[in-house]
T-cell receptor
């Protein structure tokens, strides 16, 4: 089966600019996650969707981060405006059912300068 | 207190060695547990789930100790290709918490 697709692979922006990341989960996977992984740390959950509804966004910095999954398939994550500390890899993952181990995409490496 | 804690390592071992990693978790109500492997500049990949009775997959053995709230991963007969960061993952009510990872370097 095709894996989780993410784009772009890399992005370099200046602070205060905006950026958006895209994710297409594995077909049929209802649950979609966005994680932030800062160098040397484990992934941290930003937001979790079940179909097109938000299940958990408690760790999403809502003043600058937003995410949507309008049709319950693809998802976008946006940062506006970006800060230097947002430099990280943004990983999308999906699973067939909540609570099962899930599959990650290859991530988007964001550098804010 | 962090949800999941791991020794960051690195663990430097020779080929053929046996190496073990531990991971502790803070929530005694955690429901399920996993080990993920992450290669440098790559995404994490599921290595194995961890079951209460312990489970084995080839050279890899995972154990869960609920009383002491830790899980372990044992790698026997280490290969060069086992060099990676191993992430401990704990599921609390469908929220997955990742440890910071333990780095393993297997040397020839």
């Amino acid at each position: 089966e095709a894996g989780v697709a993410q784009s772009p692979r890399y992005k370099i922006i200046e602070k205060r600019q905006s950026v958006a990341f895209w994710c297409n989960p594995i077909s049929g996977h209802a649950t979609l996650y966005w994680y932030q992984q800062i160098l040397g740390q484990g992934p941290k959950l930003l937001i979790q969707f079940q179909n097109n509804g938000v299940v958990d966004d408690s760790q999403l910095p809502k003043d600058r981060f937003s995410a949507e999954r309008l049709k319950g398939v693809d998802s976008t994550l946006k940062i506006q405006p970006a800060k230097l500390e947002d430099s990280a890899v943004y990983l999308c993952a999906s699973s067939f059912l909540r609570g099962l181990g899930y599959t990650f995409g290859s991530g988007t490496r964001l550098t804010v300068v | 207190r962090k949800e999941v804690e791991q020794d960051p390592g690195p663990f430097n071992v020779p080929e053929g060695a046996t190496v073990a990693f531990n991971c502790t978790y803070s929530n005694s109500a955690s429901q399920s547990f996993f080990w993920y492997r992450q290669d440098c500049r790559k995404e994490p990949k599921l290595l194995m789930s961890v079951y209460s009775s312990g489970n084995e997959d080839g050279r890899f053995t995972a154990q869960l100790n609920r009383a002491s709230q830790y899980i372990s991963l044992l790698i026997r007969d280490s290969k060069l290709s086992d060099s990676a960061t191993y992430l401990c993952v704990v599921n609390n009510f469908n929220k997955f918490y990742f440890g910071s990872g333990t780095k393993l370097n297997v040397k020839p």
